[in-house]
């Protein structure tokens, strides 16, 4: 059998005499290996530890400062309550004597908002009257402590409310 002659083809052509190719394992070498000595290994384990403390450091800012939102939130409304109880203080012998709707004296309200709030552990920091004596402010103050973030964010939270006296109601009031 015969066997037919091919010619074999070359993808690259052939290199001219006398030029050797460049000595890349014996540059690399001398140099130490990468980057001049210094291996890149880890490099990318050193990023994501870092992003990884940005990380969590972001979401201990979010939970704690939502924690501190909540708290006053609530705070307002202990506020609001206690003021609707202090404003529920009417004084009834003025009352029978003609003089019309006022609170009691500014003992009775402060010990019916004090009364409320102690049920959550707070106290009324502050009590206003009206010049008429028919609105009551009460003031509560309350202590926030973060959660992960320990002692960094400890904050005095403040919430404000406000009740007015009204008797005989027949339609609502514009501002």
Do not use: N
């Amino acid at each position: 059998m015969a066997r037919a002659h091919t010619r074999a083809v070359r993808l690259f052509p052939a290199r001219p005499r006398g030029l050797r190719p460049f000595p890349v394992r014996r540059f690399r070498a001398r140099l130490g290996g990468p980057l001049g000595g210094r291996s890149d290994r880890g490099a990318l384990s050193i990023f994501v530890a870092i992003c990884a403390a940005y990380v969590v450091l972001v979401i201990a800012l979010v939970i704690d400062a939502g924690g501190k939102l909540r708290l006053a939130e609530r705070v307002d409304a202990y506020a609001q309550e206690a003021a609707r109880m202090a404003g529920q203080q009417l004084d009834e012998a003025a009352l029978l004597r003609g003089e019309g709707y006022k609170l009691r004296a500014r003992t009775y309200v402060e010990a019916a908002a004090d009364s409320y709030l102690a049920l959550y552990g707070l106290s009324a920091a502050d009590v206003e009257f009206s010049p008429d004596g028919a609105t009551v402010t009460i003031t509560v103050r309350a202590e926030f402590r973060p959660v992960l973030l320990g002692e960094l964010g400890t904050r005095k939270v403040t919430g404000k409310g406000s009740a007015t006296l009204v008797h005989g109601v027949k339609e609502a009031e514009t501002a």
